[in-house]
């Protein structure tokens, strides 16, 4: 009984440990980020890698997200006659919780991963000690970038997830299941309010704040060589995906708390 629980201790001690360090992690590169000089060439490259080329994934997965939303609203409406709900169901999803919550896992795994092994092979290589030695903060030049980008630039990318997923719940409403339309298009419309946009958009904000610590971090503090870096990327997607899923529960009873 004495091992069970010091087990459990042991590991909620290393728990503890580990946010201790990843809120001193983040404080630092805040404080860092906050004062100048500032690298706007490191950002406009971020923004650039996690935006403009996250583009492909995100959309395509949208848009296949929305045709299949559509394809299984209809089977499960059409047996109580509310097949009329179908554009109604397929934007609120869309703009509420799967344009945010799949773009931010699609991101997780390409960017989340990609800024992981590039931190965390510059930290094996001695990189990382070679920026400290011409007096650069890597805090400053590495993560305050990544970090500013994550949080711009997933709106924007759930932004073009809710207009491609909607597009393609409409495409499979019109051209397959036969819809009118104009019937479709004034009910989606009728149906979507500003505040379904924005809280999807808080929500992406937040997501790409995660992923952008999430792979700073692991890859940061990776060490051990090819391995560790292997190991840093593994555990800054995983970590990812948990948080943007535990994150988004809580917000979504904060946005949507009547």
């Known amino acids: 009984m004495v091992w069970g629980l010091a087990s459990i201790g042991r590991v909620f001690l290393s728990f503890l440990a580990s946010i201790g360090r990843l809120t001193l992690f983040l404080t630092h590169a805040l404080s860092q980020g906050l004062r100048p000089p500032y690298y706007s060439r490191q950002l406009v490259r971020q923004f650039f890698e996690i935006g403009y080329l996250s583009l492909p994934v995100v959309g395509l997965t949208a848009f296949f997200t929305g045709m299949v939303l559509a394809l299984q609203s209809y089977t499960g409406f059409s047996r109580f006659n509310a097949e009329n709900a179908i554009a109604s169901v397929v934007v609120l999803s869309i703009t509420r919780e799967l344009g945010p919550v799949l773009g931010g896992l699609m991101v997780a795994g390409r960017i989340g991963a990609s800024i992981a092994a590039e931190i965390g092979t510059m930290r094996v290589t001695e990189q990382i000690d070679a920026l400290i030695s011409l007096s650069t903060s890597p805090q400053k030049y590495l993560i305050a970038p990544r970090l500013l980008a994550g949080v711009i630039v997933l709106p924007l990318l759930v932004i ?99």
């Open 160 to 258: 073009v997830a809710d207009t491609i997923g909607v597009l393609g719940g409409y495409v499979i409403s019109v051209y397959r299941l036969d819809f009118n339309s104009a019937a479709y298009l004034k009910q989606t419309f009728d149906f979507m309010h500003m505040e379904d946009v924005t809280s999807g958009l808080i929500k992406a904000a937040v997501f790409g704040f995660i992923i952008a610590l999430m792979g700073c971090y692991h890859g940061f503090n990776s060490k051990g060589g090819a391995e560790g870096v292997g190991k840093a990327t593994t555990q800054a997607v995983v970590s990812s995906s948990i948080l943007i899923l535990i994150a988004n529960y809580f917000l979504t009873s904060l946005l949507f708390e009547h």
